[in-house]
């Protein structure tokens, strides 16, 4: 192995980074960070981006990245262990560092004459060679890109493993085409390293010291993630905040300096070279604010870097198209020249599209240099208005942000978007404007609102409203809250704001809404809500008649969920809450169901668990409840085996698990039992729990055999010593018949020292003597006693052979699939979203499966099924998004899930997985 001019300065994360084919996309759809591959649906929403790991395998990689990206540092940082797993392989590795290298000849000899390169030239082994800072090379080394070509061609490349990393604007396209012709085009990957993860930016913030929630509340209020997505960035952003404790004070500066950042040449050898350009940060971003505004306003997606042939794409725009004339920078002038252009395309504003294109980085670099350079350029209103305005009158949506953008720069302009478009505010940085604008703003909001000219369906203006704070918006509201004759959108509207401006002078009036039977049932869930959210103890604990059965006309028991969120636990016992809860509505998943599968329990105190075990043990069988009530149970009875070591919780403990056992369900199931099974390796708050529960199962008869043989057994075959001990202490003679029963279970009768320990113990205890008398004494095969062994042999066969072979469901899943599939056929298409549960069963399942789980090919239903009723599925999908009516008013803006709707989102789903030709032109409208 040999390193070569290997420098790494500055800090280290602890980052793990992605990279993506070149023509590939990526998801920033986790709040603008990339999207984690790694996580539970990373492989769905990123399935391009992928470690260095999974692409090693390709002989020849060429390694992309913008200037700040981190390329160099993300391959060095896996230097050690590239090295040993090619060590592993008995291959060899050679790295070099370019940036330094001035001559043709130093890098032939340095390259291709290193000992390492002759060793391998005349060995068998493999080898593999990183050439990192190509770019730098190619400002001394003007042949290199036929240069490194026509070496490799000498060599035995079927051998050879060559990685390139390089900035993407400078790749040189016949570099890229020499290299496919040596390793044919298959084997040669072009790959760019994506942005930063969430939790890469976590990990940075806490390396330096920083309040970590603080600092990402700070980024998302600014809506800087597409500047902290960017190491570069990103390192501006940490060292803005740890001087000053906050970013900067306006969105406009921010993304001002951010875009300055990246337009600046920040490799230190660069610049200890002095080869950081021909131009300045500041001329590099007039140049780059002319490519925004062409790329904007003419709506084209990429700059095409190389020869006009004909081939040019429609949507692109060629770089002679965007030189000539000049641009203002500060006093001066700049030419704006091809170089020019280059220049500024190499920057990290940009990244790539493919071979010979170049694109934005990121669209709100895009956005917010386009509207500045309307506004450097003077232009007049009428001007500005007639690039961003549709002749209907309102903006072009695909304007939006850049008008948001126009209208925090210059005030006439939010005047005019004001009158015609008011909601397009809400994406500018209304928070840093006058108040009296902000109190306009509203005052038009309303008015739309009020009119029915628009409504409030888009879930991003939602998350804005938090900018429209100032001094007297609580008494602008109040009538609306107030006032039932206004309309349901406006009152929604304004509830939503005085939620997300966290208005507590508001309570009161939300809570009467909430409370009064004679407002819209919708009204009255969105004020619960904001309550619950908002509200002070004294104010939520109000909303308990919602809870406790005086909520009147609530259908599909959101006011009751809401109820329930604000008063739990603080203002509610446990035997009220309990003696409360009802089956939810199956076709409806709300805030009721989710409050009962996940929130519940979460704030269930360790002295109520008593209580809410007493619930469980008067439950009925899983397959008679619903889902929701299922996964409480089981929550239920986890938290019960944290605190199993506590008298009251053990008792209790042991007779919910004795009502699970007498209906055949398991102890813990579902998702969750997997997670059970292993806390039960727990040995000691396993017999803790079989202590609790052999006193109570004299009379219980067959869910001793359920305490051995099932998914997740209690009782298993090491306890028998520690089972023998408690026997023997026991005084009652019905439990010390238990332990005896429980004993011979799991007893192993191929195991001599089993048999030893049995023998002796008999001797000592006669019930134990007398439960292996048929091991123990000689039994005559046609006496009374051996057909009482026979008998119940033969009992607990049957029995295991009805938990473990008989299917549960009838009809089977398979079945009722197909059923529900002619119910759709034949015009049913409401049994889409029942054919969705159905898909969750396995043929022994008690229970539906997770219903929130959005991908219905990992489903058991689908992976059963045979290519027929997969294609019938899928037809049937596209049937449901052409026709089916998504019945926006029963559930839009109620916050919850409508099963019918989210099954509309898994048919999208799976089209686009198995069928993504369908034409979506044709959905519904």
């Known amino acids: 192995m040999n390193v070569t001019g290997v420098k790494m300065p500055g ?24 999207y984690d591959p790694d996580s539970e649906y990373g492989h769905i929403h990123n399935p391009n981006a992928v470690p260095f790991e999974s692409i090693e395998t390709v002989p020849c990689l060429v390694l992309l990245g913008e200037p700040g990206i981190g390329k160099t540092r993300t391959m060095y940082a896996e230097r050690d262990t590239i090295n040993n797993r090619v060590e592993q392989e008995d291959g060899q590795t050679l790295w070099l560092d370019l940036h330094s290298y001035g001559s043709e000849d130093r890098l032939v000899r340095e390259l291709f004459g290193s000992p390492e390169f002759d060793l391998w030239r005349n060995g068998t082994h493999r080898l593999h060679v990183f050439l990192d800072s190509l770019d730098e090379c190619l400002l001394e080394i003007c042949k290199l890109a036929t240069l490194l070509p026509d070496e490799f061609k000498k060599c035995p490349v079927e051998r050879l493993c060559l990685r390139i990393a390089c900035r993407t604007a400078d790749l040189p396209n016949v570099l890229e085409e020499g290299l496919k012709e040596l390793w044919k085009k298959d084997a040669v990957g072009v790959y760019e390293l994506a942005p930063l993860r969430r939790v890469d930016v976590i990990e940075a913030a806490k390396t330096n010291d920083l309040d970590t929630d603080a600092f990402l509340h700070e980024i998302e209020w600014m809506e800087a993630v597409p500047l902290v997505i960017k190491p570069i960035t990103l390192e501006f952003l940490m060292n803005t905040y740890k001087r ?9 500066e921010l993304y001002f300096k951010g875009c300055r950042r990246l337009c600046e040449e920040i490799n230190e050898s660069r610049r200890a070279a002095k080869r950081t350009g021909n131009f300045t940060a500041e001329e590099r971003m007039a140049v780059a604010a002319r490519i925004a505004a062409i790329i904007i306003f003419a709506n084209r997606y990429a700059i095409w870097t190389g020869v006009d042939m004909g081939a040019v794409p429609d949507d692109d725009v060629t770089v002679r198209e965007l030189c000539g004339g000049s641009e203002s920078v500060s006093d001066d002038k700049i030419q704006v020249s091809e170089d020019a252009v280059r220049e500024t395309l190499a920057t990290g504003l940009f990244s790539s599209r493919g071979p010979k294109r170049i694109g934005w980085a990121h669209q709100t670099y895009a956005e917010f240099l386009a509207a500045r350079y309307l506004v450097q350029r003077g232009m007049t209103l009428s001007q500005v208005m007639s690039l961003i305005t549709h002749p209907d009158g309102k903006l072009v949506p695909q304007l939006h942000e850049t008008a948001a953008w126009l209208a925090c720069m210059a005030p006439d302009v939010f005047q005019e978007i004001m009158k015609i478009d008011p909601e397009v505010l809400l994406r500018s940085d209304v928070a840093s404007t006058d108040p009296t604008n902000r109190k306009a703003l509203v005052e038009s909001l309303l008015i739309l609102y009020g009119e029915e000219k628009s409504f409030d369906h888009d879930w991003a203006i939602r998350g804005q409203y938090q900018k429209l704070a100032h001094p007297e918006l609580a008494e602008q509201l109040r009538p609306y809250i ?21 208005l507590q002078t508001l309570q009161s009036n939300l809570v009467d809404v909430a409370l009064d039977p004679t407002q819209p049932v919708l009204i009255r869930v969105e004020a619960a809500c904001a309550v619950g959210r908002v509200g002070d103890d004294t104010t939520k604990a109000k909303l308990k008649p919602l809870v406790i059965g005086e909520a009147e006309n609530d259908p599909d028991d959101q006011l009751k969920g809401y109820g329930l969120q604000a008063v739990w636990p603080d203002h509610i016992t446990a035997e009220e809450l309990f003696s409360v809860l009802t089956p939810p509505n199956v076709e409806f998943y709300g805030t009721y169901q989710t409050f009962i599968s996940h929130e519940l329990v979460q704030r269930l105190n360790p002295t109520d668990l008593t209580t809410a075990l007493t619930w469980i043990a008067e439950q009925l069988s899983r397959h008679e409840i619903s889902h929701s009530f299922g996964h409480l149970m089981d929550n239920i009875m986890l938290k019960a085996w944290e605190h199993i070591e506590s008298p009251d919780v053990s008792e209790a403990f042991a007779k919910a698990v004795l009502s699970r056992l007498k ?6 199931g579902g998702l969750i039992e997997p997670q059970f099974r292993s806390m039960l390796g727990d040995d000691e708050k396993r017999r803790r729990a079989v202590d609790a529960i052999v006193p109570v199962l004299p009379d219980s008869g067959t869910c001793l055999v359920q305490l051995v043989h099932s998914n997740t057994p209690l009782v298993i075959e090491k306890d028998i010593l520690w ?10 003679k019905d439990v010390q018949r238990v332990w005896a029963e429980l004993i011979e279970k799991v007893f192993d009768r191929q195991d001599i020292d089993q048999f030893d320990t049995i023998f002796t113990a008999s001797q000592k205890n006669p019930i134990l003597e007398k439960q292996f008398a048929w091991l123990l004494k000689s039994v005559e095969l046609n006496s009374p006693k051996a057909q009482e062994m026979k008998e119940h042999h033969s009992k607990i066969q049957e029995w295991m052979d009805r938990a473990n072979d008989c299917p549960i469901l009838d009809p089977p899943p398979a079945e009722r699939i197909d059923l529900l599939l002619d119910e759709c056929t034949s015009g049913n298409l409401s049994a889409w979203w029942r054919l969705n549960m159905e898909l969750t069963l396995e043929p022994d399942s008690t229970f539906y499966g997770d219903e929130l789980e959005s991908d219905l090919t990992v489903l058991p239903g689908w992976k059963a099924a045979d290519a027929a009723t997969k294609a019938r599925i899928v037809e049937t999908a596209k049937r449901y998004v052409r026709e089916q009516d998504p019945k926006t008013q029963e559930w839009l803006g109620t916050n919850t899930i409508y099963r019918p709707v989210f099954a509309g989102y898994r048919a999208l789903r799976l089209l686009l997985q198995e069928a993504p030709d369908f034409n979506g032109t044709t959905l519904r409208k």
């Open 11 to 34: 800090k280290r994360y602890n980052w793990k980074r992605f990279w993506c084919p070149r023509t590939g996309n990526i998801d920033l759809s986790d709040r603008g960070y990339l």
């Open 244 to 252: 000053t404790g906050k970013l900067l004070s306006t969105q406009r």
């Open 482 to 502: 107030c006032d039932g004759a206004k309309n349901d959108v406006v009152r929604r509207v304004v509830i939503n704001i005085a939620e997300a401006c966290k």
């Open 663 to 668: 209906h055949r369900d398991e102890i813990v």
């Open 723 to 732: 089972m023998i001990g408690r026997l023997q202490c026991e005084e009652s």
